[in-house]
T-cell receptor, first 115, second 117 residues
Framework: AQSVSQHNHHVILSEAASLELGCNYS??????LFWYVQYPGQHLQLLLK??????LVKGIKGFEAEFIKSKFSFNLRKPSVQWSDTAEYFC?????????????FGTGTRLLVSP | EPEVTQTPSHQVTQMGQEVILRCVPI?????FYWYRQILGQKVEFLVS????????KSEIFDDQFSVERPDGSNFTLKIRSTKLEDSAMYFC???????????????FGAGTRLSVL
């Protein structure tokens, strides 16, 4: 069965600090990988995705993530965070070899950026 | 950007009562999902729905749960007799494609917080 681990449950940073949120998954086959963000009171919004090709993917709002297949990882990064990045971040995967593609999520990381 | 909308944002109910959570998926989407997140735990898949039938469900989705697309725009999740442990945030999602080679992106609503007392 697939599983996703996010190592940091709460992260507190000052504005302009760099961010890296860890995500590791457990699945032997080919996967699609996602990072979603949820701002307070809003819907889960897709931040970025990896399907195939260049393992370094860029998303919205200056975020990027790198897929390292050998490490089963898909870490999220941003060089300089802003107060408006305060939100909860979810890593998710789905398997590409099944017809019905449920998402398997990590526990989420709550990021607080202080001004 | 089109959005998935969910109502209500917060539902409080007594144990044993029936609740219906409502979702309006993005209009041209054909695949629909429910997920839930118990406080402090992971977002968990409940069920997927396509062509008016369940395509996949998790072990959480027992006989107390049902889904329906009653009118071509709404997608509902019914819990027949709520239990305390059903208290959670319930997320609806939709996508326009699915399948082994599809680049399936699921778009989520803001969620309904269900509190069972």
């Amino acid at each position: 069965a697939q599983s996703v681990s996010q190592h940091n449950h709460h992260v507190i940073l000052s504005e302009a600090a760099s961010l890296e949120l860890g995500c590791n998954y457990s699945y032997g086959g080919t996967v699609n990988l996602f990072w979603y963000v949820q701002y307070p009171g809003q819907h889960l919004q897709l931040l970025l995705k990896y399907f195939s090709g260049d393992p370094l993917v860029k998303g919205i709002k200056g975020f990027e993530a790198e897929f390292i297949k050998s490490k089963f990882s898909f870490n999220l990064r941003k060089p300089s965070v802003q107060w408006s990045d305060t939100a909860e971040y979810f890593c998710a995967v789905n398997a590409t070899n099944t017809g019905f593609q449920k998402l398997v999520f990590g526990t989420g990381t709550r990021l607080l950026v202080s001004p | 950007e089109p959005e998935v909308t969910q109502t209500p944002s917060h539902q409080v109910t007594q144990m044993g009562q029936e609740v219906i959570l409502r979702c309006v998926p993005i209009s041209n989407h054909l695949y629909f999902y429910w997920y839930r997140q118990i406080l402090g735990q992971k977002v968990e898949f409940l069920v997927s729905f396509y062509n008016n039938e369940i395509s996949e469900k998790s072990e959480i989705f027992d006989d107390q749960f049902s889904v329906e697309r009653p009118d071509g725009s709404n997608f509902t999740l019914k819990i027949r007799s709520t239990k305390l442990e059903d208290s959670a945030m319930y997320f609806c999602a939709s996508s326009d494609r699915q399948g082994a080679s599809a680049k399936n992106i699921q778009y989520f609503g803001a969620g309904t917080r269900l509190s069972v007392l």
